[in-house]
């Protein structure tokens, strides 16, 4: 079935920087644009990137915009997001999502990011 | 501050309707087709109930109905059943710049 499933989150220092990995599974990754999309505690949801089927687009929110990083993998089904200069404000569950007509059909069961001293 | 408006807050007694609105601009929700519905039960992920702006993907039932007029999305929960009850969120498409936005949510009680 389809599947996303999140790693690399964990507690970590203000200003320095986290690596998160999306795997998939269960449907032509390649043909599909990918998103991160992410919750902070008791909060709402919040969109963060999305990258084109091919990895040749990519656009961010202005929060993460110039710090966060997204890219793909097509050849091992993978979707990352590289996060520099991590703030306490990016503390939050961050989830993947597979694209559909720029909502997210699939998501992932996400991961923990807290930034922390 | 959301980049949607949604009411934090609705309710309705089991078999009853209930509405929920999206309220954008037109660059958002009034410029395109593309406003999408999601339910979160606490601890879960989200899961898309309306794509397109009424579209609803394999498996979501037929009580749920999206529709749009101008500026406003709505999603409208008939036949309220318990495990509706679930925290509602908005996101339209926002155009190249902003690309998604989604809306501040809205909790949904089925008293």
């Known amino acids: 079935q389809v599947q996303l499933v999140e790693s690399g989150g964990g507690v970590v220092q203000p200003g320095r920087s986290l690596r998160l990995s999306c795997a998939a599974s269960?449907?032509?990754?390649?043909?599909?644009?990918m998103h991160w999309v992410r919750q902070a505690p008791g909060k709402g949801l919040e969109w963060v990137a999305v990258i084109s089927y091919d990895g040749n687009n990519k656009y961010y929110a202005d929060s993460v915009k110039g710090r966060f990083t997204i890219s793909r993998d097509n050849s091992k089904n993978t979707l990352f997001l590289q996060m520099n200069s991590l703030r306490a404000e990016d503390t939050a569950m961050y989830y993947c999502?597979?694209?559909?007509?720029?909502?997210?059909?699939?998501w992932g069961q996400g991961t923990t990011v807290t930034v922390s001293s | 501050q959301s980049a949607l408006t949604q009411p934090p807050s609705a309710s309705g007694s089991p078999g009853q309707s209930v509405t929920i609105s999206c309220t954008g601009t037109s660059s958002d929700v009034g410029g395109y087709n593309y406003v999408s519905w999601y339910q979160q039960h606490p601890g879960k992920a989200p899961k898309l109930m309306i794509y397109e702006v009424s579209k609803r993907p394999s498996g979501v039932p037929d009580r749920f109905f999206g529709s749009k007029s101008g500026n406003t999305a709505s999603l409208t929960v008939s036949g309220l059943q318990a495990d509706d009850e679930a925290d509602y969120y908005c996101?339209?498409?926002?155009?190249?710049?902003?690309?998604?936005?989604f809306g501040g949510g809205t909790k949904l009680t089925v008293l």
């Open positions: 999502a597979k694209d559909r007509s720029y909502g997210m059909v699939v």
């Open positions: 996101s339209s498409y926002a155009g190249s710049n902003n690309h998604v936005v």
């Open positions: 269960g449907f032509t990754f390649s043909n599909y644009d």
